[in-house]
């Protein structure tokens, strides 16, 4: 069982930057692959970014170019870097882990971006 923690979600303008943060309880070294994900008010979840565990990396269209997903094994994280973020990008934003078969997922994290 892997639970995740996410963090640094919040309200910031249009432009602005914000970075999340999640954290595994387990070791993430040998993690298959994690993802964000994000579901905005009254929309299906949607994928977002993915990084794989020879640190490849793959990005919805929407945001290639402004997000960056990273992962550090020492931490256990796995980070989102959101820049020049727009009112589109307001959403619940969601980790995702898969290990061993097994998806695991966070409890979610606010993003709003405001003009």
């Known amino acids: 069982q892997v639970q995740l923690v996410e963090s640094g979600g919040g309200l910031v303008q249009v432009g602005e930057s914000l970075r999340l943060s999640c954290t595994a309880s387990?070791?993430?070294?040998?993690?298959?692959?994690a993802a964000w994900y994000r579901q905005a008010l009254g929309k299906q979840r949607e994928w977002v970014a993915l990084?794989?565990?020879?640190?490849?990396?793959h990005y919805k269209a929407s945001v290639k170019g402004r997000f960056t997903i990273s992962r550090d094994n020492a931490r256990n994280t796995v980070y989102l870097q959101m820049n020049s973020l727009n009112t589109e990008d307001t959403a619940v934003y969601y980790c995702?882990?898969?290990?061993?078969?097994?998806?695991?997922w966070g409890q979610g994290t606010q993003v709003t971006v405001s003009s």
């Open positions: 995702n882990v898969l290990q061993n078969g097994m998806n695991y």
């Open positions: 387990a070791n993430i070294a040998s993690i298959h692959s």
């Open positions: 990084v794989t565990s020879d640190n490849t990396t």
